[in-house]
C-alpha cells in the first residue's frame, strides 16, 4: 500500500484534520518532533500576531497505540484556538441566537492573487469567506504535522529533509532580510522569496520513467507548486541549464569502491523521473503575500462598484514558514516513493526490503 493524505479544515473553523493511510505498522513517533515542526513553521521574521494566538498542538485519534503506528490511517488533529472567537461565524450547523463575534457579515470584497473570485465564480458562493476559509495557508499546519512523521519514516532508512530559505525580498542573509522585512512592514507592503529543500541519503531508483504520472521530478514539482503562493519550482541548477551547452548540463558517471557516483550534481539528483542516488535539490520561488494592509483595487460582488479589498490579518512575509512547509511537502512525496518501492506492512519488512535493494545495486550514500 502507498502513502496517501486527506486533510480538512477550515482556517477557522474548529479544527485542522489530516489522515493518512499507508504507514507501516511499528513506528514509533516523536511528538516532540511533531510539535517542533508545528512551531517551527509558526516562527519567523515577519509573521502575523495570529502565530501568537494558535501555538499549534497534535492531537491523534486513531493509528496509534502507546507511541507507535498500527498500520492503520493515523487521524491528527490541529485545534484552532481563534475558533473561540468565530463559534457563530464558523459554525457548522445553522447557528442559533443572534450574530456575534466575528464572521457573522457576508465578505464580497475578493482580494487580488487570491482564489476568492475565482472559486466564489466557480462555486456560485455569495460570500467570500466560503472560499478564503479553505484557500488560506492556514490548513498547511496539519500537512506539516503530517510531512513531520514521514520525515520519521524516512528517518528509518537514513533519509533526511531539509528545508532553509534562500533569500526574501531579493535579499540573502539575515540582517539584510530582516531590514527588508521591516522597510515592507513600516510601508504597509509584502514581500516573496526563494526557499530550498535538500534531501539526503536518498538511493537512486525512487520514482519511474515508464509513465508521466509516477515521474518522481514531476511529483516533487507539484508538491511545491501545490503550496500556496509558490509561483515557480527549479530542480538541480534548473533555468541555469537550459542556457548552458550539453557538455556543461549533464553529471558524468564515475565508480569506485562504494559504488557509482556524479562529481557533480547540476541535475539535482533527479534524471529520467528517478533518483539517481546524489543529493535531492529543489527550490521553490514565492511571491508576495496578497493580502496587504494597504489594499489592492477590487469589485464588490454584491454591488459591481469598485471597491478597496478585504484587509484580513496577514503577515508581511512568510518565507521562512514556506521552507518548513515545503520540506513537509517533499519529506511527504519522498515518503510515498519509498513505501511504493520498499512496501512492507511492517517497519521491520520496509527497513529489511530497503536494506536488500543497497546491497544489490550496490550504493551508499556518501
Known sequence: MTLSLVTAGESHGPALVAILSGLPAGLELDRDAIEADL???????????RQQIEQDEIEVLAGLRQGKTLGTPLALVIRNRDHSHWTWGM???????????KGTTPV???????????????????????VLERASARHTAV??????????????????????????????????????????????????????????GVPPGLGSYADKSDRLDGRLAQA?????????????????????????????????????????????????????????VLHAAMKPIPTLMKPLRSVDVASGEPAEALVERSDTTAVEALAVIAEAA????????????????ALEDFVASYRAYVERIYWSPR
Open 330 to 345: 517533499i519529506a511527504f512525496e519522498l515518503a510515498k516513493a519509498a513505501k511504493e518501492k520498499f512496501g512492507g506492512d
Open 91 to 101: 459554525s457548522p450547523w445553522a447557528p442559533e441566537g443572534e450574530p456575534e463575534g
Open 224 to 280: 511545491l507548486a501545490g503550496i500556496q503562493a509558490v509561483k515557480g519550482v527549479e530542480m538541480g541548477e534548473g533555468f541555469a541549464l537550459a542556457r548552458a551547452p550539453g557538455s556543461e548540463a549533464q553529471d558524468e558517471i564515475f565508480r569506485d569502491e562504494r559504488g557509482y557516483y556524479r562529481e557533480t550534481n547540476r541535475a539535482g539528483g533527479l534524471e529520467g523521473g528517478l533518483t539517481n542516488g546524489e543529493e535531492i
Open 108 to 130: 464580497t470584497l475578493p482580494r487580488p492573487g487570491h482564489a476568492d473570485l475565482s472559486g466564489l465564480l466557480k462555486h456560485g458562493f455569495d460570500d467570500v469567506r466560503n
Open 143 to 200: 500537512f506539516v504535522a503530517a510531512g513531520s512523521v514521514a520525515k520519521q519514516l524516512l528517518c528509518e532508512i537514513g533519509i533526511e529533509v531539509v528545508g532553509s530559505v534562500l533569500e526574501i525580498g531579493g535579499e540573502a542573509g539575515e540582517d539584510a532580510m530582516h531590514a527588508a522585512i521591516d522597510k515592507a512592514r513600516k510601508e504597509k507592503d509584502t514581500l516573496g522569496g526563494i526557499v530550498e529543500v535538500r534531501a539526503r
Open 39 to 49: 512551531r517551527r513553521r509558526q516562527q519567523g521574521y515577519g509573521r502575523s500576531p
